[in-house]
């Protein structure tokens, strides 16, 4: 089968389409024929060398890229109950090694898996697992209940936008960072307050919460700057460790660390078909084009989610219009 493999670090230019065996189930698992596969910035650090020079990797020679998949049940091992042959699923891969979930097969525990929103495509429910399960737990480290407020920095991303729904659904009240372009995309989320992205963010994020916020949750990853909105003994949530800021104000600074969780996945998934949580799609490409995904995703500017296509073996749009518009 083709997968998505690096045997050396750096730039696009490394990433390979290698032939690789078929990865086989074992007890507990199941393996998925991969119709959609998400590109984050994840696979950019593990492509790059970043993540292995933090100690995250295991060594070379092959490290697998891909974290996100939707697709379809095509064999399971001995001991799986909740899923079939046939069915449509999600899933998280959390590991690194060979073979990532950028191929046409991969292997998942059971427990990685939920099954996939019925009312969106495969290649729309690609983008949920990493960015969902990583916002839905960030918000639980806060502790908020409703009443309280929360500062979201990178409002108009991926992990952004699905917090801010997120927070709503429970009533706590949201302060949304984002560029001036997208203060009416981050208000249709249920954003409270918008702050426009400024080197001053505690001052202003204080001028709309005197006192300031009671959490927040950093995913642009400005850090101290971040800090500065945070009242004090409030929480705030890290999604990078080396940017963390150092826990001032009798504040607790936590670290956000994604892994699957095919319970909460679901949770998300049903969210999702009840047209509470928004997915975004910027744009399509096959499994051969994944460097070009690789600079597209580096380029910045994105509103939405990168996905590869396996199966698709021509040369594919990368922009949706919502990519062209935003």
Sequence with gaps: MRAVIVRRFGGPEVLEIAELPRPEPGAGQLRVRVAA????????????????????????????????????VDAVGPGVRRFAVGEQVIGLRDLLSAPGAQAEWVVLDEGAVARAPRTVALEVAATLPLIGLTATRSLALTGLEAGRTLLVTGAAGGVGGLLLELAALRGIRTV????????EWVRSLGADWFVARTDRLGSAVRAVVPGGVDAVVDAAVVGVGAHEALRGGGV???????????????????????????????????????????????????????????????????????????????????????DRSG
């Design 37 to 72: 596969a998400g590109v984050n910035r994840i696979d950019l650090s593990t492509r790059s060398g970043a993540l292995s020079a933090a100690g995250l990797l295991p060594p070379l020679p092959v490290v697998g890229l891909g974290w996100d998949v939707a697709g379809t």
């Design 176 to 183: 949304a960072v984002a560029d001036a372009r997208d203060e």
């Design 236 to 322: 705030f949530v890290a999604l990078v460790a080396p940017f963390a800021p150092p826990a001032l104000r009798a504040t607790r600074v936590v670290v956000q660390e994604v892994y699957a969780d095919g319970a909460r996945l679901a949770e998300l998934s049903a969210l999702v078909d009840s047209g509470r949580l928004s997915l975004r799609l910027a744009g399509l490409l096959p499994l051969v084009e994944v460097a070009a995904a690789h600079e597209r995703l580096a380029a910045g500017g994105l509103r939405g989610r990168l996905v590869l296509e396996p199966a698709s073996v021509g040369r594919a749009d990368v922009l949706t219009d919502a």
